[in-house]
């Protein structure tokens, strides 16, 4: 069998790119829990010590921009001290609003998003990025809970893992990168993160061939965005599958679900997962294109890379039965004009088993339509 190489990588929410999206999210959770109507494209840039916060946003929230920033920069562990908020915000384009706007409601923009799901995890997720994300989530902690002394907000994850054929073989590399104080001792800091980060989520595989490394560019006590640009929507394959499915290119913080990046994107996941759940196929993705203020997909791809179970085309027509396809509908069924996108900012836009679009629910629906 063929053997590939697949790499993941993720970051904590003190990293510039990730606390950016968390702004965003934070604001449109905000503006979501007084006016569930808000139309919301809100963007941050975080740079030498200053956070620029623009975009267009319609609501009848009263809405304190720089509050929220500088609360979300506090939970994360920045000091807020000195670092200036500036906030450019105007409403969303009348052109706009008005063909999204109507009785049914209309897609926010044109553009193809992609939901993808895989057995090899109990979450449907990628083990590359699945894995990704556990090592930083478990970093997070070990700053918050003190459990390793001297870490920063800033990290990085990456694992790299070899497939035979489409299995899994082994695990070939994994990269922790972690900010740390000027004081703490980097020799003890490598130890600390071999064991109580890598050890303590990767136990369970042979890492006796794989490739640790751990601050591999040395010192990294400058970090976070007085070191580093941070831009909403830049980590694009950290908030999706780690690069093993397609991308469209839209992101997803900042936007509410009448734009499709978002709502068509959760959509793509939760019907790829359902028919991955039903065992039509053991991994599938699925692509949906969008026109502006047009309701519906303009077209729905089926791909189960060879490993579907029954024929695509029979695969798409049981979606298109099964599954409300409309924008309207999927924010109907998905929950989408709830405050929940602050939990999707960081570690990953899918996985996460609480998620509306996580659920398998439609899965027996789908069996009965291919009368399985």
């Not at 989530?137 to 920063?152: S, Y």
């Not at 922790?176 to 595989?205: F, M, P, W």
């Not at 053991?282 to 579907?308: H, M, Q, W």
Request: aromatic share 6%; hydrophobic share 35%; net charge negative.
């Amino acid at each position: 069998m063929t053997k590939r190489i697949y790499t993941a990588e993720s970051v904590t929410n003190g990293h510039p790119d990730k606390l950016a999206d968390l702004i965003a999210d934070s604001i449109l959770d905000e503006c979501l829990e007084q006016d569930k109507y808000s139309r919301v494209a809100c963007e941050v840039m975080l740079a030498h010590n200053k956070c620029f916060i623009s975009g267009e946003i319609t609501t009848a929230a009263d809405i304190d921009y720089e509050y929220i920033a500088r609360s979300v920069m506090a939970q994360v562990g920045y000091d807020t001290t000195g670092i200036e908020v500036e906030v450019r915000i105007h409403e969303q384009s009348p052109d706009i609003s008005q063909a999204v706007g109507r009785a049914e409601l209309g897609a926010g923009d044109q553009g193809i998003v992609y939901g993808y799901a895989t057995d090899e995890t109990m979450n449907y997720m990628p083990l590359p990025i699945e894995l990704a994300h556990r090592l930083t989530d478990r970093l997070e902690e070990c700053r918050r809970d003190g459990i390793i002394n001297g870490l920063r907000p800033d990290g990085k994850s990456q694992v790299s893992i070899q497939y035979n054929g489409d299995r899994f073989d082994h695990i070939t590399s994994v990269v922790v990168s972690a900010q740390h104080t000027e004081e703490k001792d980097l020799a003890e800091l490598t130890e600390e993160i071999r064991t109580k980060v890598i050890g303590k989520v990767l136990g369970e595989y042979d890492l006796t061939d794989a490739e640790i490394l751990i601050n591999p560019s040395g010192r990294f006590v400058l970090g976070g965005f007085e070191a580093d640009t941070g831009l909403t929507g830049r980590k694009l394959m950290v908030d999706t599958y780690g690069g093993i499915a397609h991308h469209g290119g839209g992101a997803m913080s900042g936007k509410d679900a009448s734009k499709v990046d978002r709502s068509g994107a959760y959509l793509a996941r939760y019907i790829a997962k359902n028919i991955v759940a039903a065992k039509l196929a053991e991994k599938c993705e699925v692509a949906l294109s969008y026109a502006i203020g047009v309701p519906r997909p303009t077209t729905i791809d089926i791909n189960t890379f060879y490993t579907g179970k029954v024929n695509e085309k029979l695969i798409k027509d049981a979606v298109e039965k099964v599954f409300d396809l409309s924008v309207g509908g999927a924010i109907e069924k998905l929950d989408l004009r709830c405050a929940v996108f602050g939990q999707t900012a960081v570690g990953g836009h899918f996985g996460k088993e609480y998620l509306a679009w996580e659920l398998t629910d439609k899965a027996e629906a789908l069996k009965d339509a291919l009368r399985i």
